[in-house]
């Protein structure tokens, strides 16, 4: 297991001395159009695709998400390759969902950017494929992470709580209690980790148990 030090992802948020109570109270309204946009990204779909005869050559039932998974896993096993390009997507999309997160938890009141990287600051290692990546992993990595799923369904429903106290508490004072705002980066930084390993293919470290 690595050490939360050396593992090849990580999350870190600034700490903000004070946030709008006004876009604090309707969070949740003000969100809505990033979220459509991660739906559309991450949504699935049966959807027949047919070539000019009209017959169907094949079945779309995932989002550009779920395809880029497949896809690495099967590049990885294969060919031993981890393309920059996929790389750099899957990075992008996970920096910016991890902005908007971050809006609707409360810990920014700055509006997800697609690209500006703002308050929140998450990176990945891109791996040398051929020295950091085994090729049969990606067909067990699922499998292996499942404690961390445990781990992290507790964790959400507990920082799900932190941000409801939280919110009372910005509407109060304007300000995010330090305590409960490292808590909840600390599960959001967990989660990263995870999906690093388990999702983006990225690392065969396997993910420390830790908030830190």
């Known amino acids: ?101 971050a809006y609707l938890f409360l810990l920014t009141d700055r509006y997800p950017s697609t690209d500006e990287k703002q308050s929140v600051h998450l990176d990945i290692k891109y791996p040398d494929a051929k020295k ?15 404690p961390h799923y445990v781990a992290l369904f507790v964790l959400a429903v507990v920082a799900l709580f932190a941000t409801v106290i939280a919110w009372f508490a910005i509407l109060f004072t304007g300000r995010y209690p330090r305590s409960l705002f490292d808590f909840v980066v600390g599960v959001g930084r967990w989660n990263i980790r995870v999906t690093a390993y388990a999702f983006l293919l990225t690392t065969d470290k ?7």
């Open 206 to 212: 396997y993910p420390p148990f830790s908030l830190k």
């Open 132 to 146: 950091d990546l085994r090729r049969g992993m990606p067909l067990v990595k699922w499998l292996l992470a499942v």
């Open 1 to 101: 297991m690595a050490t939360t030090n050396s593992y090849p992802a990580s999350l870190d948020v600034d700490y903000p001395k004070k946030l709008d109570r006004l876009t604090t109270f309707f969070r949740i309204i003000v969100a809505v159009p990033a979220l459509i946009i991660l739906a559309l990204l991450t949504a699935t779909g049966g959807e027949s695709l047919t070539n000019e005869a009209g017959k169907e050559i094949s079945q779309n039932g995932g989002g550009i998400v779920a395809g880029l998974f497949g896809a690495t896993a099967l590049m990885i096993l294969f060919r031993q390759r981890y393309p920059k390009w996929w790389f750099d997507f899957a990075l992008e999309f996970n920096r910016f969902s991890t902005r908007v997160g």
